[in-house]
């Protein structure tokens, strides 16, 4: 069941992300006077729908994309069509015909598929920062570090914890939420980086590690960096203990906090892991405020699986979330902070393309449907808010991969258009489907590795 619920979930927000972007060529294409054929959630075979007018509305058996088919716009026809209507001395521009209308406005319609993604994924942030505006404190404010794992870039550089990072890449006084992101940009990279250490600015080139000896981020990649948040300025507070555990067997129990191990002040969950690694299972002394009475208790950690398949040192506890803030902003506030996390998110996603061009970010970093119905079954877990804002960033990558100058993408549409306008002629049709055909097996097999990809991250 649990399979079926992640394929339905991801079905449907994949759903939602495609219908919103070949409404947005439907609309315009509309509007434009373009008799549109089929309108298609789904390649392949049709399954079901139904007629109105001149447009097929069907739902096809591949659920990995949709289309839009307009009268006269499939590469390889036209050069027939035009020769037979020539010869009967037929016009060639017929009424609703695609490629009959004003390049303009074929341009407008190839933009507006992208553009109904951006907006909807306006839309949906406006309504989060609205109603459910939901940030960890720790992400937003200076980048104080918590701890620094032995034998790490950041220990070898010199920070200490309670250092304060003041540069991170191109980013000055930068947040948690920038560092990570400038990392992920920068795994089995140097980064320029500046701290404040005992009153002293101290610059470093620091080597993002990825945390799992790969090319590609993980969620461990600024431990195994050394670069380790100070989430809160309270102590670790304990959820539930596990049954049968070091921490069960010391006495420790369900709120307790945890101010410190072995001297060691705890104020995440990370940071009381990396020391547990680097301590190696010595016993260890554990001082806990219990109804706001200190106590210690003695405990020896011990190795076991930490949820994702791996082995590591454990007190046998789960911890509490970290501080969040819930804010509800007004209409205007919202139209603002949308607008500010969707140019973040657009940016985020331009670095990781320039990224992969420049081999600054490995391909294998790249999901493909497993991968992000994987991340849609991680979002739904947290809650229908946090599903919303993941539902937004993937209309947002899908608008802007679409304009991507590649042939079959709306982006390659418009660059044969602006060659054909500044030309003032079209081009070959028959060296145009040449280069859709290439560009169509170039997709199919960049498909092919990313689902690769995907396969052998669920094995590691």
């Known amino acids: 069941m649990h399979i079926v619920h992640t394929i339905v979930l991801f079905a449907i927000v994949l759903g939602i992300m495609v219908l919103i972007h070949e409404l947005g060529h439907f609309i315009m294409a509309k509007l434009c006077g373009v008799k549109v054929e089929v309108f298609s959630i789904g390649f392949g075979p049709r399954i079901i729908g139904y007629r109105y007018g001149d447009t097929d509305y069907r739902i096809s058996a591949l659920p990995l994309g949709g289309y839009v088919k307009m009268f006269g716009d499939a590469p390889g026809e036209k050069p027939r069509d035009r020769e037979a209507l020539e ?8 009424p609703g015909e695609f490629n009959g209308r004003p390049r303009w406005q074929r341009v407008l319609i190839a933009l507006a598929g992208p553009f109904a993604n951006f907006i909807f994924s306006f839309f949906l942030l406006v309504c989060v920062a609205h109603y459910h505006h939901e940030v960890d404190k720790y992400l937003t404010g200076a980048a104080v570090v918590d701890y620094v794992p032995v034998n790490t870039a950041a220990a070898r550089d010199g920070l200490a914890v309670g250092d304060t990072i003041t540069r991170f890449g191109n980013e000055v006084n930068p947040t948690w939420d920038k560092i990570i992101q400038v990392a992920m940009l920068n795994v089995n990279h140097t980064v320029p980086m500046a701290f404040v250490h005992n009153g002293q600015t101290v610059t470093r080139n620091i080597a993002i590690a990825s945390g799992d000896n790969s090319d590609q ?21 304990v959820n539930d203990v596990t049954a049968g555990g070091p921490g069960d067997r010391a006495g420790l129990k369900p709120s307790d906090s945890i101010v410190s191990i072995n001297g060691l002040q705890v104020h995440s969950l990370d940071t009381l892991i990396a020391y547990l690694q680097d301590s190696s299972g010595t016993p260890t002394t554990v001082n806990i405020l219990r109804d706001n009475q ?5 405990l020896t950690p011990e190795k076991g699986d930490n949820g994702q398949g791996v082995i590591r040192w454990l007190i046998g506890f789960h911890a509490r979330h970290v501080p969040i803030e819930v804010q509800h902003l007004s209409l205007g506030q919202s139209v603002v902070q949308s607008a500010k996390d969707n140019w973040e998110s657009s940016t985020l996603v331009m670095r990781i393309i320039k990224g992969l061009f420049t081999r ?3 391909v294998k970093a790249m999901s493909g449907p497993v991968g992000i119905a994987q991340q849609i079954e991680v979002a739904s877990e947290q ?16 608008g802007i991969f679409n304009l991507l100058p590649i042939p079959i ?5 418009i660059l044969f258009l602006a060659i054909e306008s500044i030309l003032r002629r079209d081009v070959n049709e028959v060296l145009k489907e040449r280069i859709y055909q290439a560009a169509f097996v170039g997709i199919i097999l960049l498909a092919v590795f990313v689902f690769y990809n995907d396969i052998t991250r669920m094995h590691h």
Do not use: Y
Request: proline letters at 9%.
């Open 409 to 413: 993408l709306d982006g390659g549409m």
């Open 87 to 94: 010869v009967l001395g037929i016009d060639i521009n017929a």
């Open 360 to 362: 600054h970010v490995s």
């Open 383 to 398: 809650g229908t808010w946090p599903l919303i804002e993941f539902m937004a960033l993937i209309s947002m990558q899908l």
């Open 294 to 298: 200190p106590q210690s208790i003695q």
């Open 217 to 237: 981020p993980t969620p461990d990649m600024l431990s195994a960096t050394g670069l380790i948040p100070r989430e809160s300025d309270s102590s670790l507070i």
